[in-house]
Structure formats: C-alpha cells, structure tokens
C-alpha cells in the first residue's frame, strides 16, 4: 500500500512533442504529490507539486493532472526540449509532504532534436 | 544562497569497513532526510532528523544511523559495510511542517569494494 507504481520506465519523444508520464498509488492519506527530475551525477530537483484538492496544476510548460478517484496522477512537458532529457520521478507523501517520500521507480525520457 | 551541500562526492570503502557522510542543509531549512538510490531506481528513505532527534525511519537496518548538530547539518553512518550498500546517498533538507517539499543535495557515490 505504500508503493507508486511509475510507467513507462522510458520514454523517447521528438522536440516538441507532449511526453506523459503516469503514477499510481495506493494509499489515499497521501496528500502531497511531487515531481523530481534528474540529471546524471545530480541529485533531483523539484519540478512541480500537486495536493489531491485540485485536479491540474502548471508551471511554464510542466502540468500534473490529478485524479483522485483512480489513485493516478499524470506529469505532461508541453513543447519538449533536448535539455529536457533527464529521469522523471513522481513521490507520494503523508501530512503536506512533511512525511517520508515514497518515489516511483523513475522515467527516463531522451527528446530528440 | 547555497542549496544543500554533501560531502564527500565520492568515496570508495572496503567491505567490512564504516563510513560518515555529510550534508549541510539548505539554508533556513532545519530538517534533514537521507535517502539511498540504487542505480536506475528511484530514492529509498532512510531516516529524517528534526531538532536532533530521529523523527522517521525507513526500512534500513540499524548499521544505519545518523545524527543531526546544532547548525542543523547531519551525518550518516553506515558500519559493516556490504556490497549492496553501494549507492547514491541523497540528503535532503526542510522546513518542518511547511510541505513546500525537499530540496536535494548531489549525493555522495559510494562503492563498497
């Protein structure tokens, strides 16, 4: 019941195109949903975050789309770049995102120029 | 304004041997989580510190252990090590009870040989 479950494990897309990348859970006392991306030899960085209060969420050109009743959560990259190429984690926590991550087990995406 | 600090960025230990890590957190953030990543998986928690008590803990064993200082930096140590200990050391710092999420350090790359 703690796990989030993360698909496609890679993704290959070419610029400017719309890569998804989805997330499943379990648990429903989680309330605090983020998406990490990382680059080789870095530590990952917070793209964008969600609460289960609101179904869609953007900033610039990332949007997580939520949806509560099925337990699944969505991350879309409008107009993808090259430098977008990285590993996408989604999270799940407990209490506003306080708590404990659990992470998905990643995406790597590579957009083609 | 420096982001979260680890060090060292490599180290390379024998089995058997102890290691400490570092982290200095980000600054104002006073909470400080460790997470191991596994080549191409996501983070596993390991424990929180908050006020210089263990807050969390994953499923880590208690060869596992860690300490939070005054100045809010942190230290992980990891006794009789094993070959499966071999990872990325990620930690991450807060403000406690914010849920504005966890900012990530580079990690320390360690290989037990």
């Known amino acids: 019941q703690q796990q989030v479950k993360q698909s496609p494990q890679s993704l290959i897309v070419q610029k400017g195109g719309i890569p998804i990348i989805n997330c499943a859970y379990e648990?429903?006392?989680?309330?605090?949903f983020p998406w990490y991306q990382q680059f080789p030899g870095k530590g990952p960085a917070l793209l964008i975050a969600i609460r289960p209060d609101v179904s869609e969420k953007k900033e610039g050109r990332f949007t997580i789309s939520f949806n509560k009743s099925a337990k699944q959560f969505s991350l879309h990259i409008m107009d993808s770049q090259p430098g977008d190429s990285a590993t996408y984690f989604c999270a799940a926590s407990l209490k506003s995102g306080t708590y404990k991550y659990i992470f998905g087990t990643g995406t790597r995406l590579k957009v083609l120029a | 304004d420096a982001g979260v600090t680890q060090s060292p960025t490599h180290l390379i230990k024998t089995r058997g041997q102890q290691v400490t890590l570092r982290c200095s957190p980000k600054s104002g953030h006073d909470t400080v989580s460790w997470y191991q990543q596994a080549l191409g998986q996501g983070p596993q928690f390991i424990f929180q510190y908050y006020e210089e008590e263990e807050r969390q803990r994953g499923n880590f064993p208690d060869r596992f252990s860690g300490h939070q200082f005054p100045n809010y930096s942190s230290e992980l140590n990891v006794n009789a090590l094993l070959l499966g200990d071999s990872a990325l050391y990620l930690c991450?710092?807060?403000?406690?009870?914010?849920?504005?999420?966890?900012?990530f350090g580079s990690g320390t790359r360690l290989t037990v040989v």
């Open positions: 648990n429903t006392a989680f309330d605090y």
């Open positions: 991450a710092s807060s403000l406690a009870d914010r849920g504005q999420g966890y900012t």
